[in-house]
């Protein structure tokens, strides 16, 4: 975006909220598409990808951990890990402290989903990415960051710290 262009960012017209409404939206689909079409060779939903993400992300994560990652009820969750269990991708692990703890990690199998669902998005954002430039780059996480809940981007800054 041009420079003088950038100076009326923080007077956004309702119109002009409304497209970046849309924007999201649609960027959102496209996102989604091509995990979609994976899960849906699968009988997976959304649900299971979320989930499947973040056992990966954080491998050993317990269930109580995942249901406030994800802000689903405990019911939604515990059948979409039931599916996940019984098919083989997710191995559910009794606490070695707390017996009432499951801790959860992707098996070979799930491991391999994930990659598969990861590399279709990966290469989406990495062409988004390419062509819009290193400065638009960090301006969408920038507004990403901002759009989340203080608890959600506290969660964000945990995890993209031990990226590093």
């Known amino acids: 975006m041009a420079q003088g262009h950038s100076d009326n960012l923080l007077f956004l017209t309702d119109e002009q909220l409304r497209r970046a409404i849309e924007a999201m939206f649609f960027a959102y689909r496209g996102f989604t598409a091509d995990p979609d079409r994976i899960l849906a060779d699968l009988n997976y939903g959304r649900a299971h ?18 249901l406030a990652i994800l802000g689903v009820t405990k019911q939604s969750l515990n059948r979409v890990l039931r599916t996940l269990v019984e098919d083989g991708l997710v191995d559910s692990r009794i606490g070695v402290r707390d ?31 390419r062509e819009a430039g ?13 759009m989340m809940d203080p608890e959600l981007r506290r969660y964000f800054a945990v995890v993209k710290e031990g990226d590093k």
């Open 49 to 66: 990808h979320r989930a499947i993400h973040f056992i990966h992300r954080t491998p050993g994560t317990t269930v109580n951990n995942l």
């Open 99 to 129: 017996r009432r703890e499951r801790h959860l990690h992707l098996t070979e199998a799930g491991e391999a989903l994930e990659r598969s669902l990861s590399d279709a998005q990966r290469a989406r954002m990495r062409a988004a990415f």
């Open 134 to 146: 290193p400065a638009a780059v960090a301006g969408f996480r920038e507004v990403l960051e901002h």
